[in-house]
């Protein structure tokens, strides 16, 4: 069975959105598998806007979403993603209630914000914000180096009679499949360090609805196969603990039920702000706002037997009208695209994640695999190209086909991509999708 993927990064400068499709050979477009990984701008949210309007009018449903961290340019734009385009999945990082907390409170919220109800429970807000209780909310635990990574080809772990992926309170759901069949590895039972923290979250209702979200969890290195084609192995590089955290720890503990089941919005903003006071003393400043980024979920994307590929890359103006299709791209645009002899076929996506020391990229290559870390057709480079998350000769170690850059050069600050990581993957193709042109990556698989 022949397939192609079209991956486009798109324009919206200083933040991050990419989507791709999977689509079948002889098949009609309504079988396509579609999935989204970040949603975001810090700045120019109107460029966001038009990228998700450009996006739901090409496609009907989106079959994924991954959110890789909880940070404004990575998901300010993923409530109209989801309220335009609607979403069987939504994929994210686990990370407890005293860490969200923070992550908002480090981004100067104050909790009587509307977006405070994301980092408070992410799965009832974003269901409440699409209007669907239907979505499944998949999230990844803290993944560890330890142990041997599964072989690319090798069958997923079959899903035990009479699991209940939801919990008990979701006893009679079906998870919801695409049109193409996929297998995901769901963690059963739920670890118990995770336990309390999912169960608050399943408790939580959706808005005024009466309904509860259906949360699932992956178990630890599980992955999602599509058809047998194409795998999603999902990388939760953990967030540093900062110091002093465990006492506010502690008091976000005993507030999670009033917090996360609060009859009334008084009642859950006196309690943030009493929070926000604790962390204020405890826990503020550069020492744990520089540390936010660490918590990014990295994304391998790549088709599961080895096949032959053909592969091109090519800048997407956002002057063009539509969604990026590759044909009309090349033909009607006369676009010349970047093509390469390499044999990789797999997408690394990696938010704003570290690998800002050896023995981080040692991590990531021992959680993935050697066969699959040789195989990056195109990578998004962390960060936006910022410098703090990169070291000296990345790009060689990873060799990509093609190095995507998701940022807005003209702006002085941050300053992104940084001129020595452009330098370090000169030699890897390295492609810009600023506020004026997307990067569109198609491939070709042959069987």
Known sequence: MDFSVSKVFHPVGQGLFSSATLRVDGEDTSKDYVWVYDCGNH??????????????????????????????????????????????????????????????????????????????????????????PSIEFLFVPPSSPDGPPTVPGEDVAPTPDGFLPYGDMHRDAETKSGILRETVEYSEPIPEAFGPEINAMRHSQIGTSGYLPKIAM??????????????????????????????????????????????????????????KQLYDKHLSGRRTSDKRNRGSLFLFEGPLHVIKVHACALLWPATFPGHPRPVTAILQHCLAPICTTRTARSFMMTGDGFLKKSSELDNLKRYFGP?????????????????????KGIANDISPSFSIFSADPSRQRPGHPSPVVLADFKRFNPMIADQHDGILVCASYLR
Do not use: C
């Not at 993923?78 to 992550?103: E, N």
């Not at 603990?241 to 006196?270: I, Q």
């Open 43 to 132: 700045w120019a949210q109107p460029l966001v806007m038009r990228e998700v309007d450009r996006f739901a009018s090409a496609h009907t449903a989106i079959d994924m979403l991954v959110i890789s961290h909880f940070d404004a340019d990575h998901i300010s734009g993923v409530s109209r993603l989801i309220g335009k385009s609607p979403t069987r999945r939504i994929m994210l990082p686990y990370m407890d209630l005293a860490q969200r907390l923070i992550l908002a409170f480090d981004q100067g919220l104050t909790g009587a914000e509307e977006i405070a109800g994301f980092y408070l429970n992410p799965a009832a807000y974003l269901a409440e914000q699409a209007g669907d």
């Open 218 to 275: 992956l178990r630890q290195r599980g992955r999602i196969v599509v058809e047998r084609l194409w795998e999603f192995i999902p990388y939760n590089d953990p967030l540093p603990k900062p110091r002093n955290l465990r006492l506010f720890s502690k008091e976000v503990e005993r507030s999670r039920d009033r917090l996360l089941t609060a009859t009334s919005d008084k009642d859950r903003e006196e309690r943030i702000q009493q929070l």
């Open 371 to 391: 066969a699959r870390m040789a195989d990056i057709l195109a990578l998004q480079v962390m960060h936006h190209g910022s410098r703090y998350n990169w070291h």
